[in-house]
């Protein structure tokens, strides 16, 4: 299957240096004056104009007040790359109406500092983060929804816990969420750094993988955790047989790492998505089951989900369907490839507008997987999952934003 080119960021160009203020009008300027042989000499005196001079003052008066506004424009904290993420802000006007208070200069680099609301940010691991503004959205699904899903084999019990209506909710702070889920590589750096045994490897057996030798799906397999999930991998895929408690290490050594950086400013971390804003990002303007509509056969070449039509058995390398596989805020593999884990406690009732604690026991995933059909890949769907099970059709995705 043909894989698409990534999209990619261009440089705004850098500001314009600052007028050097010329020479005033009003100077004088000597020149020698002929004279004629034959005439006595005469002494010429020039006559004294006010307008000039005053005139030329202002001139240049003018021009060096315009030079010094655009230095100090020039040297503003948002033109700075410089500037931590908490002083750069986004002007809202209306939810379909967002303008950026200033381009970036540039494109964020690993290791600078983050970019703009409006620009990727790399963080020093080599993730690239998509700024999600904010905004509004209608939270869960529809009846009619709902009994679709039910009619293509999602369980009722399940359907219902997508709520009773779909909710006005309100995504109040923008944050950074990553292009893709974390990948094999990523993971490799962090274990490499720190040290760090997966629940799964604690154990000894992952709750749920794909047993090679019986060929399906099994229980408590031995042996199995993100180094062997049951199937091959390659740098670039994402990484699974994560559980939501090896998530959160993940993001914890990450925020450190940022932090040592200088990338964060007070109140920013990095951490999992909360649910709300999770089925924003998945949404990323729509109101339909899926990203790009209504249709599933419209998901064709745009994610990896139940079936081999895909290209892919098991889990598919991040971002593999290029620009087709990414919705309206240029995430890919929200849905399908891997679940993925959120902040939230999980509520059988609905999902909330903000993190939702009240039931430690469950966490949340979304996005459906590369073993599982349409009716779990969609936008509000949620499962309930315990935070340390370990499953080879789980990974995540890391956030930057605001504690919760």
């Not at 001079?53 to 506004?69: Q, S, T």
């Not at 609301?117 to 869960?140: A, D, S």
């Not at 990523?186 to 993988?209: C, N, P």
Request: glycine letters at 10%; charged letters at 25%.
């Amino acid at each position: 299957m043909a894989v698409h080119e990534k999209l990619k960021q261009t440089a705004v160009p850098a500001p314009v240096s600052p007028p050097v203020p010329s020479q005033a009008a009003g100077d004088a300027v000597t020149a020698p004056y002929p004279q004629k042989p034959a005439t006595p000499h005469v002494t010429v005196r020039r006559q004294f104009s006010p307008a000039l001079l005053y005139g030329g003052v202002g001139a240049g008066v003018l021009m060096l007040i315009v030079g010094l506004f655009l230095w100090s424009w020039w040297k503003k904290p948002g033109a700075s790359s410089a500037t931590p993420v908490a002083e750069r802000a986004s002007v809202q006007t209306d939810a379909g109406d967002r303008t950026l208070a200033r381009s970036a200069t540039s494109e964020a680099k690993a290791g600078g500092t983050p970019a703009l609301p409006g620009k990727t940010y790399v963080t020093t691991v080599g993730q690239e983060l998509v700024w999600i503004p904010p905004g509004e959205f209608m939270l869960g699904s529809t009846k009619e929804e709902q009994a679709w899903a039910v009619a293509n084999g999602l369980k009722e019990e399940f359907a219902k816990r997508e709520g009773d209506a779909p909710r006005k909710t309100a995504v109040r702070d923008g944050f950074w969420l990553g292009r893709t889920e974390v990948t094999l590589s990523q993971w490799k750096e962090f274990v490499s750094a720190t040290g760090y045994l997966t629940d799964a490897e604690k154990k000894g057996e992952a709750s749920y993988a794909y047993d090679r030798q019986k060929k399906t799906w099994e229980r408590n397999v031995k042996g199995a955790s993100w180094r062997a999930p049951g199937f091959d991998q390659q740098d670039n895929h994402p990484v699974c047989c994560v559980s939501w408690n090896d998530a959160v290490a993940f993001c914890e050594w990450a925020m450190e790492r940022e932090r040592k950086a200088g990338r964060l400013s007070a109140g920013q971390v990095v951490r999992l998505p909360t649910e709300a804003e999770w089925e924003y990002a998945c949404r990323a303007g729509t109101q339909a089951k899926f990203w790009w509509g209504e249709r599933k056969e419209d998901g064709r070449d745009r994610l990896n989900w139940s079936g081999t039509t895909d290209g892919f058995e098991f889990t598919s390398p991040v971002d593999a369907f290029g620009s087709r596989g990414r919705n309206g805020f240029g995430l890919a593999d929200m849905l399908g490839n891997v679940y993925e884990w959120c902040l939230d406690d999980y509520d059988s009732k609905q999902a909330h507008g903000e993190c939702y604690k009240g039931n430690p026991g469950a966490r949340v995933l979304r996005g459906g997987s590369f073993n599982y059909d349409t009716a779990y890949c969609r936008c509000a769907y949620r499962y309930p999952f315990t935070p340390s099970n370990s499953h080879s059709y789980v990974g995540f995705r890391v956030a930057v934003g605001a504690a919760r």
